[in-house]
C-alpha cells in the first residue's frame, strides 16, 4: 500500500471513525489548516487557543490511529479577526512548534463575513509572506469556490470572479519576490489549474463533494497535466462545516491507477511532493 498524505483538513471535523478509516485506506500523515468556525466571533485570542488545541489535543488523537498529524497556520481570510495585527506579531513563534510547517490556508476571498476589506485581506496576505519568506516556510493559498453543488447552492455561492482574485494573489506574490517553489495554489479545477503550473507554483486539487470534484474528475485533470506531477498535489479540505469525505486522497490514488496514471508518479502526488513541499521531518 502507497503510503498518502493529505495535506489539507480541518481535523475538527475528524471523529474517531474518520481517523480510523484514513489509517486503514493508508493515510499516514494529515496537514490541518487555519481555520475557525464560520458565524462565530474570530480573535487571536481564540486562534492561538485552538492552535495549541492541535498541538496537543488533536495530535494525541490522531497518533492513536497511527498518524502524524502537523499544522499550517495563519489568518484564513474567512476567518479574519478584528485584531489581526495582534495575531500577525505573535505568529513567527509560532514555527517554535516543531508540529508547525507551514502558512496556510491564506489568501484573498471577497465572501468573507468577518471582513469585507479588501485591502485589509490584502495587507494581511502581504504580511504572511513576508514572515514565509523570511523564515523559509511554505504557504499554501486558498482560492474562492469555482463550482458549488447540493443544498449549498443557496447560501454558498461559487464565485465568479475566481480568476480575478487568482490573478491578484499571483501579484501580491509576485511583488513579495519569495520563491515560487514555497508556493502552494489549492481548490484548483479544470479553468485555472494551468494559470497557476504556467507561472511555475505547486497545483493543488480539492476533491470534495460540494466543490463537484470527484475522485474521476480530479484523476482525469491529473491525467491531462501529468507531465508536471511534480508539482501536482490532491488533499480532501475534509471538515464538519462542508460536505466532505476523509477518503479523498485514497479514492482518488486508486482512481488514478485506473486509468494508467503510473505508481511512481501517484507515489510523487499523494507522497512525495507534500513531503518535499512542507519539508517534513518523519
Not at 16 to 45: N, Q, R
Not at 160 to 174: P, R, S, V
Not at 255 to 279: A, C, H, Q, V, Y
Amino acid at each position: 500500500m502507497l503510503k498518502m498524505i493529505d495535506f489539507h483538513v480541518h481535523v475538527d471535523g475528524f471523529a474517531w471513525k474518520e481517523f480510523e478509516l484514513a489509517s486503514m485506506c493508508g493515510v499516514d500523515i494529515l496537514i490541518t489548516a487555519a481555520y475557525y468556525p464560520h458565524k462565530v466571533e474570530v480573535t487571536t485570542s481564540k486562534i492561538l487557543d485552538s492552535i495549541e488545541k492541535i498541538i496537543v489535543y488533536d495530535s494525541w488523537r490522531a497518533g492513536m490511529h497511527s498518524i502524524k498529524l502537523f499544522a499550517g497556520i495563519g489568518i484564513n481570510p474567512m476567518s479574519i479577526p478584528k485584531d489581526y495585527n495582534d495575531f500577525l506579531q505573535k505568529m513567527p513563534r509560532l514555527f517554535d512548534k516543531d508540529s508547525v510547517v507551514a502558512i496556510g490556508e491564506v489568501g484573498l476571498d471577497p465572501r468573507s463575513e468577518t471582513c469585507t476589506d479588501m485591502q485589509i485581506q490584502i495587507d494581511i496576505l502581504k504580511k504572511e509572506l513576508e514572515i514565509a519568506k523570511e523564515l523559509m516556510k511554505p504557504v499554501f493559498i486558498h482560492i474562492p469556490p469555482t463550482g458549488v453543488t447540493g443544498v449549498l447552492e443557496k447560501d454558498w455561492k461559487s464565485y465568479k470572479n475566481t480568476k480575478k482574485i487568482l490573478a491578484k494573489d499571483i501579484e501580491i506574490i509576485k511583488e513579495s519576490k519569495i520563491d515560487h517553489d514555497l508556493i502552494l495554489f489549492d481548490h484548483l479545477d479544470e479553468s485555472v489549474i494551468e494559470i497557476v503550473l504556467n507561472q511555475g507554483f505547486n497545483a493543488g486539487i480539492t476533491v470534495q463533494p460540494w466543490r463537484g470534484m470527484s475522485p474521476t474528475r480530479a484523476s482525469s485533470i491529473i491525467k491531462k497535466f501529468e507531465h508536471e506531477y511534480k508539482r501536482l498535489f490532491i488533499n480532501s479540505d475534509f471538515s464538519d462545516t462542508l460536505e466532505s469525505d476523509c477518503l479523498a486522497v485514497p479514492k482518488t490514488a486508486k482512481r488514478m491507477r485506473e486509468i494508467g496514471i503510473s505508481e511512481d508518479k501517484i507515489d510523487s502526488i499523494i507522497w512525495k511532493n507534500p513531503l518535499r513541499f512542507f519539508k517534513l521531518r518523519i
